[in-house]
């Protein structure tokens, strides 16, 4: 005999057998009208507020021996450009002026053998000046040049860290780039660099500090006394990649000049395929 | 309190024969994955038996006016400006052997001997010509180097050495000359 549970006596409540079963059953149902349900539109993007114009993402660039080569042509444009305003500012001395006009013209001769190196490997020529280092280095910095107590001091200083951020970048690049050949002829450029900048800081401080820098000699300051950087022909034993520091303009009023650093090219510096001028 | 049993439990049957041998599979396929990314890292790394005898054409080359700056020091050049470029020279040497695992020592002769009398007597104007061959030669090299290291190295050695050139137009008395100051002329020496 079969004994029952009585049913009808107790309560109108759910057990718990019920609820998973009906619950089932009812998650199943919604899931099936869900899935037949009509899509009737409308925007299910996140809400905005304000007007501003939608912002519109850059391309991917890709970085290629190409891209570097542009990069550094850019950059020689970028420092003819810096020299050329200042040699319109008066910011050099005869003799100077003399090496600056000699550097210029390798400048754009060097930006001409990139250029050509560039479309040699399918890539196109860019002969203009680097926007990115122009707005935040060379505009900056002949701001404060131009408006400066002693501008010939400030030209010279400004030349010779322009040079050497040139040297640094094409030595720098060697590690970036992935073809030997453009290696080479990076370097040969690089080493021109490199001797603009020593020749630069030989005929500045050389007959007062000496060639070598602090790290070769524990005599060598690395400011003057009124904390200008001091340049160096031979500042480290391995030529270097690091930044450039810059100081220039007149005192303001906080006592201070303005300074900062230059630096090597990286990715927002990088004259990608998809740029042209 | 029983449990039910476990795979871990049960007999090796034919379920549990699949499962060790798709473990098996994994630490194989695993291991093949180690032994694939060291190769894919370290293939860019290794130098070839050609970039070896490159670089060590350039160390000796290094240790070369090493000796040479030594020897123009005891034959009584001026002392400080000499022995750093002396001291500099070694170090691009320790910096090729720290790339190459070769060991920093020996020199090129040939180079030497032709050398040696030239420092002794004219120093600073056969320093220049070492040096802006130094600096030709090792940029010459970077177009048969392919790893990226050690072409940074090289790199920074013709940076230098450059510079060189430059202090030693200097202390000759052509500082001013734009054309020696800026040209490099020399000719690379030849590879082997």
């Known amino acids: 005999m079969i004994r029952r549970r009585p049913t009808t006596d107790t309560p109108a409540g759910i057990d718990r057998r019920t609820m998973l079963r009906n619950g089932g059953l009812a998650v199943g149902v919604g899931a099936l009208l869900s899935a037949c349900a009509k899509n009737f539109g409308g925007d299910t993007a996140p809400g905005r507020v304000g007007v501003a114009d939608e912002a519109t993402s850059l391309p991917d660039g890709e970085i290629n021996d190409v891209v570097l080569v542009r990069t550094m042509q850019s950059l020689e444009h970028s420092v003819a450009e810096a020299l050329r305003l200042m040699t319109e500012a008066g910011g050099y001395s005869a003799a100077l002026q003399t090496y600056v006009d000699r550097f210029a013209a390798d400048h754009a001769a060097n930006g001409a053998a990139l250029g050509a190196l560039a479309e040699a490997n399918g890539g196109e020529s860019y002969a203009c000046p680097n926007t990115w280092f122009m707005s935040r280095y060379v505009e900056p ?22 040079e050497t951020m040139l040297a640094h970048s094409y030595q720098f690049l060697v590690g970036l780039t992935t073809e030997p050949e453009h290696r080479r002829q990076m370097m040969l450029l690089g080493a021109s660099a490199a001797r603009r900048s020593a020749m630069l800081a ?39 990649v690091d930044q450039v520091p810059v100081v220039v303009g007149a005192v303001d009023d906080e006592g201070s000049r303005f300074s900062t650093t230059l630096q090597t090219p990286a990715e927002n510096t990088f004259v990608y395929d998809y740029l042209s001028c | 309190m029983n449990q039910s049993p476990t795979a871990t439990d049960t007999p090796d049957t034919e379920h549990d024969g699949l499962r060790r041998r798709l473990m098996a599979g994994g630490l194989a396929a695993a291991a093949l994955g180690v032994l ?28 070369t006016a090493r000796d040479l700056y030594d020897a123009a020091t005891a034959a009584g050049a001026p002392g400080p400006l000499w022995e750093a470029m002396s001291e500099q020279h070694e170090a691009y040497a320790q910096a090729i052997a720290s790339i190459t695992g070769l060991s ?64 030693l137009a200097d202390v000759a008395g052509l500082g001013t000359n734009l054309d020696i100051n800026l040209i490099n002329s020399a000719d690379p020496l030849e590879l082997p």
Do not use: K
């Open chain 1, 202 to 240: 030989a005929q500045a401080s050389a007959g007062t500090h000496g060639y070598l820098g602090p790290s070769l000699n524990a005599e060598a300051p690395e400011t003057d006394g009124l904390g200008f950087p001091i340049p160096y022909a031979v500042p480290s034993t391995f030529g270097r």
């Open chain 1, 141 to 162: 910095m002949y701001g404060a040049v131009a408006s400066s107590d002693d501008v010939q001091r400030d030209c010279r200083a400004a030349t010779h860290a322009l």
């Open chain 2, 36 to 63: 694939g990314s060291r190769t894919a890292s370290a293939a860019p790394n290794e130098l070839s038996a050609r970039e070896m005898e490159l670089l060590r054409f350039a160390q000796l080359l290094e240790l």
């Open chain 2, 104 to 167: 920093a020592t020996g020199r090129n002769d040939a180079v030497y001997d032709a050398q040696v009398d030239g420092f002794r007597t004219d120093s600073v104007l056969a320093a220049h010509a070492l040096e802006s061959a130094a600096a030709a030669t090792h940029t010459e090299l970077l177009a048969h180097i392919t790893q990226a290291h050690a072409a940074e190295v090289i790199a920074s050695i013709v940076s230098s050495e450059s510079r060189h050139c430059v202090v």
